[in-house]
């Protein structure tokens, strides 16, 4: 699929009566308002005139950083040094003129700047004020360096992360960050959508580090109930077997899950273990995962026998759930993936073209969707700084107001 600016407009885009200020950096701020510019918001990504550090970060091609491309797909680009007197008063005038401000510094560092709420909310009492750091706005550790590796040790999704008899493992990508930014974009909608009633803009504080502790799930619920602790299991689960991955006949991988015991049923019948169903153990998930040895041993033998398109096939006929672990040229390849387009080629004038994954979620009346790569530094300032010529009512609805929008 190939998208570009002679798209439909980006008026015709749900969020496109939104418009953002991006002055973070990196991956879980910038995140976050690609995901508003992907439905349309109109993103302005303001970095210091030296570059955002994301520019320097990853691969990159003649020159050209390729993470920058995506993360900042479908923003406006301009630069300002925000410690400058003169530019802060140019940052002042963009942020009376809009509905939100997405920073990721440390707590207080605007502050220094002149740019704390308190001043942005004198210009623009609207003005939604996203703060993403990594440990909150407040409490003992608010002013640590906070990026998304320490919100992943401190989680503790590194410490069950790995094998039993090995290390901790950090996970191979921005896993906290990630999670931030989408929570840090949900946030945000929920607080302009809040403006109406309140009457105003407000703060929203989100924490890399509690974000990626709430996406853990019940752990602490665990812990504080049956003082149990996660345990590193590898592959496997601690819940249900089996689940695992396994090696097949031709060298290739493929992952095995079976949450439900009709599932492991179905996949231990197929192995040819169809007594290990019959046992009591069988019936429950904690059972499966005391005998967790013994399952994955059946269902290792029985794959590594085979070639991988004939286990999966094998187990597509029983109603049994697995899957080849791919690589990202298979990701690429795959006809599933191909027909829902979930990749996305976009037009650009640095690198001919640019191809990323596509918006993540699918609405059926009002799509997402990407219309450029990221910017050039300070590719946008004139038409940026001509919108402080363009009206933009950030005031409190009237009555009359109101009483059209219910």
Excluded at 18 to 30: E, N, Y
Excluded at 131 to 144: C, E, I, K, N
Excluded at 335 to 348: E, G, K, N, S, T
């Amino acid at each position: 699929m190939t998208t570009g600016p002679d798209d439909p407009p980006n008026s015709a885009l749900p969020l496109a009566d939104i418009r953002v200020l991006d002055i973070s950096t990196l991956f879980a701020g910038p995140y976050a308002a690609q995901l508003l510019a992907d439905f349309g918001a109109d993103v302005v990504k303001v970095e210091h005139p030296s570059g955002d550090p994301l520019r320097g970060y990853g691969h990159s091609h003649q020159g050209v950083p390729l993470a920058w491309k995506v993360v900042n797909r479908n923003k406006k680009g301009i630069a300002l040094d925000l410690k400058d007197a003169a530019d802060r008063e140019r940052f002042l005038g963009l942020a009376a003129q809009a509905d939100v401000v997405i920073e990721n510094f440390r707590p207080g560092t605007l502050e220094s700047w002149g740019l704390g709420p308190d001043v942005l909310h004198e210009h623009n009492p609207r003005l939604v004020i996203t703060r993403v750091t990594g440990f909150g706005q407040d409490g003992p550790y608010a002013r640590r360096a906070g990026f998304g590796t320490l919100a992943e040790a401190m989680s503790g999704l590194v410490a069950m992360s790995g094998g039993p008899d090995g290390p901790p493992q950090l996970p191979a990508f921005p896993a906290a960050d990630a999670f931030a930014g989408v929570q840090a974009a949900y946030a945000t909608l929920i607080a302009v959508h809040a403006r109406d009633a309140i009457g105003k803009g407000q703060v929203v504080d989100i924490s890399i580090t509690e974000s990626m502790i709430g996406a853990l799930g019940a752990q602490l619920t665990v812990y504080d109930t049956l003082a149990i602790k996660p345990e590193r299991v590898g592959n496997a689960s601690r819940s249900s077997a089996p689940r695992n991955v396994y090696q097949c006949a031709d060298g290739r991988w493929v992952a095995v899950s079976a949450p439900a015991r009709a599932v492991a049923e179905r996949v231990v019948r197929l192995v040819g273990r169809g007594d290990l169903a019959e046992q009591p153990w069988f019936a429950s998930g904690m059972g499966r995962v005391e005998h967790r040895a013994v399952i994955d041993d059946a269902v290792g033998r029985w794959i590594a026998a085979r070639e991988r398109p004939a286990v999966i096939a094998a187990f597509e006929a029983v109603a049994a759930a697995v899957a080849p672990i791919y690589e990202v040229d298979d990701v690429l390849a795959d006809p599933h993936f191909q027909a829902r387009d979930l990749v996305v080629r976009v037009p650009d004038a640095e690198l001919g073209s640019v191809l990323m994954p596509n918006v993540p979620f699918r609405l059926s009346e009002t799509p997402g969707r990407v219309r450029w790569a990221g910017p050039r530094l300070g590719e946008h300032r004139d038409e940026v700084f001509g919108i402080l010529d363009e009206p933009h009512d950030n005031a409190a609805p009237t009555d009359e107001r109101e009483r059209t929008q219910r």
